[in-house]
T-cell receptor, first 115, second 114 residues
Framework: GEDVEQSLFLSVREGDSSVINCTYT??????LYWYKQEPGAGLQLLTY?????DMKQDQRLTVLLNKKDKHLSLRIADTQTGDSAIYFC???????????????FGSGTRLSIRP | EAQVTQNPRYLITVTGKKLTVTCSQN?????MSWYRQDPGLGLRQIYY???????DKGDVPEGYKVSRKEKRNFPLILESPSPNQTSLYFC?????????????FGPGTRLTVL
């Protein structure tokens, strides 16, 4: 069945790079997303990648996709205290006719920054 | 300002007392959705709506109802809440339900059912 897995916690030192990993099971995924949830707030889309891409870079964020291993990662360069949040990996499959694309979320990885 | 609003933000209630959580978006989005967030489980979809008068079940619809009488509003109804519905609820909307368009999330409603 469909499943998206992430580790629950990650702690990094301020200024280092953070790498958050995610594995998914459905090979028919069309889009893979990274969402950020700050304390007391809803989810905010950080970035996404099409399933036919290997890499996407956007300022401090780099997304790597290994389709063979069904592995997605988010690298945050020069991690700052403002990056403290929960990061959700999500995948979506192409929608069936007259229905919505199903988006499956992982459990979220809580990133904490230490000085 | 483009946004998704939810009310109330916090609610404590008792088992069996009907409640409604409202959701409204001002972006003319066709697609709206409700999720619940529980520790270690991520977000699970309760119901979604492709457009006015078009609603469908998500992964965990039991114990919930929704309606979509107008494009901007998508209330979540708990006819007889139970303690296992204690959770953090998020409403989201996007231009379409194809997955191509970004989902915008509301701030969340924390519900406790005693």
């Amino acid at each position: 069945g469909e499943d998206v897995e992430q580790s629950l916690f990650l702690s990094v030192r301020e200024g280092d790079s953070s790498v958050i990993n995610c594995t998914y099971t459905d090979s028919s995924s069309t889009y893979l997303y990274w969402y950020k949830q700050e304390p007391g707030a809803g989810l905010q889309l950080l970035t996404y990648i099409f399933s036919n891409m290997d890499m996407k870079q956007d300022q401090r964020l780099t997304v790597l996709l290994n389709k063979k291993d069904k592995h997605l990662s988010l690298r945050i360069a020069d991690t700052q205290t403002g990056d403290s949040a929960i990061y959700f990996c999500a995948e979506s499959m192409a929608p069936p006719v007259s229905s919505a694309s199903k988006i499956i979320f992982g459990s979220g990885t809580r990133l904490s920054i230490r000085p | 300002e483009a946004q998704v609003t939810q009310n109330p933000r916090y609610l404590i209630t008792v088992t069996g007392k009907k409640l409604t959580v409202t959701c409204s978006q001002n972006m003319n989005h066709e697609y709206m959705s409700w999720y619940r967030q529980d520790p270690g489980l991520g977000l699970r979809q309760i119901y979604y709506s492709m457009n006015v008068e078009v609603t469908d079940k998500g992964d965990v619809p039991e114990g919930y109802k929704v309606s979509r009488k107008e494009k901007r509003n998508f209330p979540l109804i708990l006819e007889s809440p139970s303690p296992n519905q204690t959770s953090l609820y998020f409403c989201a909307s996007s231009l379409s339900g194809t997955g191509l368009h970004e989902q915008f999330f509301g701030p969340g409603t924390r519900l406790t059912v005693l």
